[in-house]
């Protein structure tokens, strides 16, 4: 049986822990490295407000509520989060939940019998492939970031085929943008998208309001899932949609019978929402030091295309290519992300997130060392 591109390899060890040395830097054993990985795309997650508003809250309200929010656990600090989540995004309506992993499968909960059919990208996130088994509807894949293949695939539904179709905003290691546009204009006019923009929310569109905001989409048919852990440097699962949707979150058991994120770290998100609605030019920053390495990277043949996520993707031509880049990396002085995760090719690609922390130097050492 052919192994799916979201299976994830059970016969590896955990990788080095590693720590941070600076907001750009980390400690690998004894060497201080340009750090490149993760997500934090902003570097909220060490931001001196940040910290600072997460350790009020923890002073003020302790670590957690220890329950439900659907029981004794609805503290006033998740409505407003709630709030200013949903203001921000200019969406009716928001709802926190535990993990971004839970968001897609509690949405899938939440509209059990809406749908009878499911279309899903292929390279999509494992929780979208998750959420499309969750829902009993008849799941059908199409070609990664291929609207074409979708609008070939519903053709073939039922007249009175109900279909909601799943796909991350920005694929997670390539940092491509899924064709939001294309999709809500070929696909039949009653169809839903479910976007999962973990990695698009604070990081894409004019005004950091992700994917949708880039493809210049409404909230009509749309369901918008993501993070705080990412760009906002914090924790928790954020679900974007009408006022219907949020009410009928509460059919969810994965909301109704989980905890959710800490108090402080709903603090620290509330911070880093401030902070990004305040300061344009952090957003801005970010998109240019992004184009500044996919330029060059594509220039030098090591990229194909300018994807307007802050992700990297590269994939050695070999295992001497792999071991020359890995060698190159280090004498540079940057920690050399070599993954293998889901959506990667089988024998794994380095992955660089690029952030708007990250100074000119180190971009372009980042450069000189992937195209020498």
Known sequence: MATPAFAIPDDEALPAPLRLASP???WSGRRRLTYF??????????????IAAANRAAREFGLGVSASRRTTGNHPLY?????????????????????????????????????????????????????????????????????????????????????????DGINPTNGAAAPLAELRAGLRPETWLLVDDCHGFGAVGATGRGTAELAGLGSERLIQTGTLSKAFGAFGGVILGDHDLIRRLNRSRLFTGSTPPPLPLAA?????????????????????????????????????????????????????????????????????SFLRYPGLPAGGAFRFAVSSEHSRGQLDALVG????
């Open 37 to 50: 990985g993760g997500c934090d795309y902003f570097r909220f997650a060490s931001h001196p407000r940040v």
């Open 268 to 336: 620290a998100a509330l911070a880093s929402l401030k902070l990004l609605a305040s300061s344009p030019a952090r957003l801005r920053r970010l998109q240019a030091n992004v184009t500044v390495v996919k330029s060059a990277l594509v220039a030098a043949g090591r990229l194909d295309a300018i994807t307007p996520g802050p992700i990297c993707r590269i994939v050695p031509r070999d295992a001497a290519d792999e071991a020359r880049l890995r060698r190159r990396l280090l004498r540079a002085g940057i920690f050399p």
């Open 79 to 167: 409505e407003q989060l709630e709030r200013e989540l949903a203001a921000f995004f200019r969406v009716p309506a928001c709802r926190l939940v535990s993990t971004g992993y839970v968001t897609n499968l509690a949405v899938v909960q939440a509209l059990a019998g809406e749908f009878t059919h499911v279309l899903v990208d292929a390279a999509a996130h494992p929780s979208l492939h998750d959420a499309a088994l969750l829902s009993g509807a008849r799941r059908v894949e199409f070609r990664a970031g291929d609207a074409g293949d979708a609008i070939r695939q519903q053709r073939k539904f039922p007249a009175q085929a109900r279909t909601v179709v799943l796909t």
């Open 24 to 26: 750009t830097e980390v």
């Open 369 to 372: 060392a992937l195209v020498r």
